[in-house]
């Protein structure tokens, strides 16, 4: 897919605007049927269907069509009992649904976005995981000073104190 020109006239359309366009291209009438409401409503003439072909393959990915997929998804997947409180599996299953609308639309510069995205957020999880150990360690190894510094423990009572900061037995 190429890159998107900055002057497009569809892409520059407001958010909503683009939803119900979408709508109407992907109903029976098809792209006549966007190309006539543009005209009649917003005063905009595109004559050209490869323009209407090329922004209809890529709106699904786009910010407003992911935004709008995104909310109806989760709103119906929480309305399930079996999903109540799992909001990570639910944001999981919402980016597979885009990964599968890529694929069935051929877009497969969306489908490699999307899995980058993915890989991104993975990558994201296991930083935030280091950084919790190493707080922890960082906590332990404050624990453990303040016990060293206190001159009024016996040799027991610090070896006690430091298997409860340490986890040992």
């Known amino acids: 897919m190429s890159k998107r020109r900055g002057d497009s006239k569809l892409w520059t359309?407001?958010?909503p605007v683009q939803t119900e366009l979408y709508a109407l291209c992907s109903g029976e009438g098809g792209y006549a049927a966007g190309r006539e409401w543009l005209q009649r409503q917003h005063g905009l003439l595109v004559?050209?269907?490869g323009t209407f072909s090329r922004w209809w393959a890529a709106y699904p990915f786009?910010?407003?069509?992911?935004t709008d997929f995104a909310q109806t998804f989760e709103r119906e997947l929480t309305k399930l009992?079996?999903?109540e409180g799992q909001a990570d599996k639910i944001?999981?299953?919402?980016q597979v649904g885009f990964e599968m609308m890529a694929l069935r639309n051929q877009n497969l510069e969306g489908y490699a976005m999307l899995k980058k995205l993915r890989?991104?957020?993975a990558e994201q999880k296991l930083?935030?995981?280091?950084?919790?150990?190493?707080?922890k360690k960082a906590a332990q190894a404050d624990a453990a000073k303040q016990v060293t510094d206190e001159p009024d423990l016996?040799?027991?009572?610090?070896l006690q104190r430091y298997r409860q900061i340490f986890g040992g037995g």
Do not use: F, Q
């Open 47 to 49: 004559r050209s269907d």
């Open 119 to 121: 890989l991104k957020e």
């Open 91 to 94: 944001s999981r299953l919402g």
């Open 154 to 158: 016996t040799p027991e009572e610090r």
């Open 127 to 135: 930083v935030e995981r280091r950084v919790a150990i190493l707080e």
């Open 13 to 15: 359309l407001p958010a």
């Open 81 to 83: 009992p079996e999903m």
């Open 62 to 66: 786009s910010l407003p069509a992911a």
